[in-house]
């Protein structure tokens, strides 16, 4: 795993340098810095409404007693996204416009689902028709009410 991040955090500088400087070679100075200041506008601009409509998608869960995994990692990556736009670059750029996408992020969230799925278990409370909270997927014991009668045994 560590290998694999120090590669990512080599080579997408390196390739995000590359293509800034191909880019500004072919269409000038002044018009890649507009894209760049532009992108991050932008970016952080749909950010923060995904994050509301998101964060809206939460409450509604939550009122209707649901678990909000999806909404949760929805958050995470659009807090990713809007990371990753005000980052200058064009790949950098792409990768966060697409984690925008409600259907990009929903293919994503699988996927990360199908990975972790075994490595990582969701306990949560759920709500009885009585109002009573219990961990789900545990067993609910039998409650019989009685009366005691007679608390001290017959005297021998």
Not at 2 to 15: E, N, Q, S
Not at 91 to 105: C, K, Q
Request: positive net charge; glycine residues 10%.
């Amino acid at each position: 795993m560590f290998g694999r991040l120090l590669l990512l955090f080599i080579t997408v500088p390196f390739i995000e340098l590359v293509l800034l400087l191909k880019i500004g070679a072919k269409i000038g100075f002044t018009p890649t810095l507009g894209i760049i200041v532009v992108t991050a506008i932008l970016g952080a601009s749909l950010t923060r409404s995904q994050g509301r409509h998101t964060l809206q998608r939460f409450q509604q869960a939550q009122r209707e007693g649901r678990l909000p995994h999806a909404e949760v990692m929805d958050g995470l990556m659009i807090i990713i996204a809007g990371a990753v736009l005000l980052t200058p670059g064009f790949l950098t750029d792409i990768a966060g416009f697409l984690l925008l996408v409600p259907p990009v992020r929903a293919a994503v969230r699988g996927r990360l689902a199908a990975a972790l799925k075994g490595r990582i278990q969701i306990v949560g409370m759920s709500a009885s028709s009585s109002g009573s909270t219990q961990p789900q997927g545990q067993v609910q014991e039998r409650v019989i009410k009685a009366k005691v009668i007679n608390e001290d045994p017959p005297d021998s």
